[in-house]
């Protein structure tokens, strides 16, 4: 069993940047890529990055890209996502998973465990 607690969201500006960090603990953290996804109210879940087991590789949803970055600290236990140039349409609960394949998946439906989410709210 993994558990990841997601921690770092809040209400910013539009143009402005948050860190987002997810730590892992239960399992060993080198032995899953992982990613985060977005849902905001009454929308669908949306993939947002994806970052493989080593650090080594990582993709995005094209909404993003070139705004956010995805890493890992796989000594801390931890995965990141930086988030710069956010704008209103960033704003909903996100949340990082975990999954045994090693490169992750665009799929929610891959991943083995989730955190609870953490909310980010960006404003006009």
């Known amino acids: 069993q993994v558990q990841l607690v997601e921690s770092g969201g809040g209400l910013v500006q539009a143009g402005g940047s948050l860190r987002l960090s997810c730590a892992a603990s239960?399992?060993?953290?080198?032995?899953?890529?992982t990613g985060w996804f977005r849902q905001a109210p009454g929308k669908e879940r949306e993939f947002v990055a994806a970052?493989?087991?080593?650090?080594?590789?990582?993709y995005y949803t094209g909404s993003v890209k070139g705004r956010f970055t995805i890493s890992r600290e796989n000594a801390k236990n931890t995965v990141y996502l930086q988030m710069n140039s956010l704008k209103p349409e960033d704003t909903a609960v996100y949340y990082c998973?975990?999954?045994?394949?090693?490169?992750?998946?665009?799929?929610?439906?891959?991943?083995?465990?989730w955190g609870q989410g953490t909310q980010v709210t960006v404003s006009s």
């Open positions: 998973a975990a999954t045994r394949n090693v490169y992750g998946s665009r799929v929610g439906g891959e991943y083995d465990y």
């Open positions: 239960g399992g060993t953290f080198s032995s899953y890529a």
């Open positions: 970052v493989s087991r080593s650090g080594g590789t990582t």
